[in-house]
């Protein structure tokens, strides 16, 4: 069994956290360190560590994802401005919490989509 992370106390509100979305499948709620006036983690109630430990019975959740991707972003009034979906996986990507998520980002202009190397 992989580790839990900090993403298993808040998806179970063990430890308190914005959640603005919980289903069945998956829970969202507000980063810690939002990047963007807008910025929820959607994740998977099952804990998964990464993108390369998702499996085809996953298929359900990992759609429920773009859904509840889509309802939030209009929740939070930034669908038609436009917003940025981010997954990371492992070191070279800046994964920090190793249980799946999806960043949602938005709110303002947010510029091109990789830093450029300095
Ligand atoms: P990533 O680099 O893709 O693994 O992003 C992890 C994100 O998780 C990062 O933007 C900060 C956020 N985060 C880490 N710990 C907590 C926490 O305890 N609560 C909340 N709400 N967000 C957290």
Known sequence: ???????SK???REIPSEIVYQDDLVTAFRDINP??????????NKLIPT???VTPE??????RLFT????????????????RLLVNCNRDAG????HLH???????RLGPMLARQS
């Open 1 to 7: 069994m992989p580790e839990e992370t900090i993403f």
């Open 10 to 12: 808040i998806i179970r």
């Open 35 to 44: 990047q963007a006036p807008t910025h929820i983690l959607i994740v998977p």
């Open 51 to 53: 993108v390369n430990d």
């Open 58 to 63: 996953d298929e359900p959740m990992l759609g």
């Open 68 to 83: 509840v991707a889509g309802r939030i972003a209009r929740q939070e009034g930034i669908a038609e401005g436009g917003y």
């Open 95 to 98: 994964q920090e919490v190793y």
């Open 102 to 108: 999806m960043h949602i980002l938005g709110g303002r």
